[in-house]
């Protein structure tokens, strides 16, 4: 079965600065990888996402994630943080059995960010 | 155009009590996903339907839990004889097709409180 870790549970950033955020994933074959934002009161919105082809991915509000198999990751990344990108960060893995697909996400990367 | 939208947004509701919860996806999506996210985690896949039909309900934690999408559109989770331990966050999410290729678009949730 599937697996996502995220080993950062709080990440405290000032603004401007860069940002990386965690994933690990665990998965037999080569898999859909996603990042997604929760806002408080909000629903989750897709950053990005990796399906096959160049392994940097660019997504929405600046971010970016590497693919990378030889270490089972998918981090993000943003070269300058804006105050507003504070919220819930989830890391998720698609897996396709037959017909059936489900998402498995991590338990989440919480982002402060400070003036 | 009109996103997923999730009703109600807040449910109160006493142990032992039934709660239906209702789901609207994007118009066209033909597969539609709930899940449940407790306090300080990931959301954790509950079911998947594949037009009217429930392709994976492997999520559901208990024969207490129910779902239904009969014409292929709105969907409702059903839960009977509620607990506490059933207090979450309940998504609801869809997509144009089923499987990794397409993206799941997720609704604000319903917040299940049970007393």
């Known amino acids: 079965a599937q697996s996502v870790t995220q080993p950062d549970i709080h990440i405290t950033v000032s603004e401007g600065a860069s940002l990386e955020l965690r994933c690990n994933y665990s998965y037999g074959a080569t898999p859909y990888l996603f990042w997604y934002v929760q806002s408080p009161g909000q629903g989750l919105q897709l950053l990005l996402k990796y399906f096959s082809g160049d392994t940097l991915v660019q997504g929405i509000k600046g971010f970016e994630a590497e693919f990378k198999r030889s270490q089972s990751s998918f981090n993000l990344r943003k070269p300058s943080v804006h105050w507003s990108d504070a919220a819930e960060y989830f890391c998720a893995v698609g897996a396709q059995l037959g017909s059936n697909y489900k998402l498995t996400f991590g338990k989440g990367t919480l982002l402060t960010v400070n003036p | 155009g009109a996103g997923v939208s999730q009703t109600p947004s807040n449910k109160v509701t006493e142990k032992g009590k039934y709660v239906e919860l209702r789901c609207d996806p994007i118009?066209?999506?033909?597969?539609l996903y709930w899940y449940r996210q407790s306090l300080g985690q990931g959301p954790e896949f509950l079911i998947y339907f594949q037009g009217t039909g429930a392709a994976d309900d492997s999520g559901l934690p208990n024969d207490r839990f129910f779902a239904v999408r009969p014409e292929g559109s709105v969907s409702t989770l059903k839960i009977q004889r509620t607990e506490r331990g059933d207090s979450a966050v309940y998504l609801c999410?869809?997509?144009?097709?089923?499987?990794?290729?397409?993206?799941?678009?997720f609704g604000p949730g319903t917040r299940l409180t049970v007393l």
């Open positions: 118009s066209g999506h033909t597969a």
């Open positions: 999410a869809s997509s144009l097709g089923g499987g990794g290729a397409s993206t799941q678009y």
